[in-house]
Antibody, heavy 122, light 110 residues
Framework: EVQLVQSGAEVKKPGESLKISCKGS????????IGWVRQMPGKGLEWMGI????????RYSPSFQGQVTISADKSISTAYLQWSSLKASDTAMYYC???????????????WGQGTLVTVSS | QSVLTQPPSASGTPGQRVTISCSGS????????VNWYQQLPGTAPKVLIY???QWPSGVPDRFSGSKSDTSASLAIRGLQSEDEADYYC???????????FGGGTKLTVL
């Protein structure tokens, strides 16, 4: 079974750093793009960026470029989303999702991880 | 303001047919395929329709997708109470060089 399992909920203070993870299993991790999606409380889905673990090719949404870093460690089939200095406005649920289909602009996201809730509050 | 435009809400009674629209532009829906995601309350999204009108395994054919020019639609026939969820359309945008989502439509089964 193809599965993405994300790390647990986090509570952080403004200015702190954070790295959350997404571990893939049941498929060849290096041959599928992994995307990250933000969902702020009571709001819709926003695409943040995507990484190809095979060669670490990474693309960012203009809205998130410079705000977060996406990385992957193919040796442990895990993708990461990290912040160097969190803000209260980073409070949200974050989902990872495997990209399927070819090429990149004609694919879709399936499956999705269960989500990681990040709360940033002083 | 989302790049793709969806109605914020839709509703229907059990057994009815409901459609949800998704309006975009030539840089997204007009030149790329459309996917639809269903998000049940308190859960992660899941793909409902991909490549405009394809069903992933396990999705009933009560759900169907279509695309015309710069717009797309999701139709649900034989509405059931368990269809109550948020629905999102998504497509690649050539201008932004990335994925864009609609704002989501909350479907209520009356």
């Amino acid at each position: 079974e193809v599965q993405l399992v994300q790390s647990g909920a986090e509570v952080k203070k403004p200015g702190e750093s954070l790295k959350i993870s997404c571990k893939g299993s049941g498929y060849s991790f290096t041959t599928y793009w992994i995307g990250w999606v933000r969902q702020m409380p009571g709001k819709g889905l926003e695409w943040m960026g995507i990484i190809y673990p095979g060669d670490s090719d990474t693309r960012y949404s203009p809205s998130f470029q410079g705000q977060v870093t996406i990385s992957a460690d193919k040796s442990i089939s895990t993708a990461y989303l990290q912040w160097s200095s969190l803000k209260a406005s980073d409070t949200a649920m974050y989902y990872c999702a495997r990209h399927s289909g070819f090429p990149l602009n004609h694919g879709w996201f399936d499956p999705w991880g269960q989500g990681t809730l990040v709360t940033v509050s002083s | 303001q989302s790049v793709l435009t969806q109605p914020p809400s839709a509703s229907g009674t059990p057994g009815q047919r409901v459609t949800i629209s998704c309006s975009g532009s030539s840089s997204n829906i007009g030149s790329n395929t459309v996917n639809w995601y269903q998000q049940l309350p308190g859960t992660a999204p899941k793909v409902l329709i991909y490549s405009n009108n394809q069903w992933p395994s396990g999705v009933p054919d009560r759900f169907s997708g279509s695309k015309s020019d710069t717009s797309a639609s999701l139709a649900i026939r034989g509405l059931q109470s368990e269809d109550e969820a948020d629905y999102y359309c998504a497509a690649w945008d050539d201008s932004q060089n990335g994925w864009v989502f609609g704002g989501g439509t909350k479907l209520t089964v009356l």
